[in-house]
């Protein structure tokens, strides 16, 4: 069992950042890909970043590339999402989700096996 809790959403004005904290306990946190999915209202969830477990290699989608980085801190048990420059459609949910049994797609939704609740994302124009 892993639980995931999310922190550091809010509202922001375009261009501004916000930073994003995904707390992990449960399983050993080292051991598992990790990644940001988001939700917006009346859309799909979305893939956003995704880092493996040792933190070499990350993943993003093409929409965020370049403005976010996703590292994580595995002495800490924790995911960080750094999003720079935000536009109004970065506006959505963000979900921050474990993928603890392989094969791990790290983009696929579907695929993630722990969830967390959520943190709100807000970007006025």
């Known amino acids: 069992q892993v639980q995931l809790v999310e922190s550091g959403g809010g509202l922001v004005q375009a261009g501004g950042s916000l930073r994003l904290s995904c707390a992990a306990s449960g399983r050993t946190f080292s051991s598992y890909p990790m990644g940001w999915f988001r939700q917006a209202p009346g859309k799909e969830r979305e893939f956003v970043a995704a880092?493996?477990?040792?933190?070499?290699?990350?993943y993003y989608a093409d929409s965020v590339k370049g403005r976010f980085t996703i590292s994580r801190d595995n002495a800490k048990n924790t995911v960080y999402l750094q999003m720079n420059t935000l536009k109004p459609e970065d506006t959505a949910v963000y979900y921050c989700?474990?993928?603890?049994?392989?094969?791990?797609?790290?983009?696929?939704?579907?695929?993630?096996?722990?969830w967390g609740k959520g943190t709100l994302v807000t970007v006025s124009s």
């Open positions: 880092i493996s477990w040792s933190g070499t290699r990350t």
């Open positions: 989700a474990a993928d603890t049994e392989p094969p791990y797609s790290y983009s696929d939704y579907s695929d993630m096996d722990y």
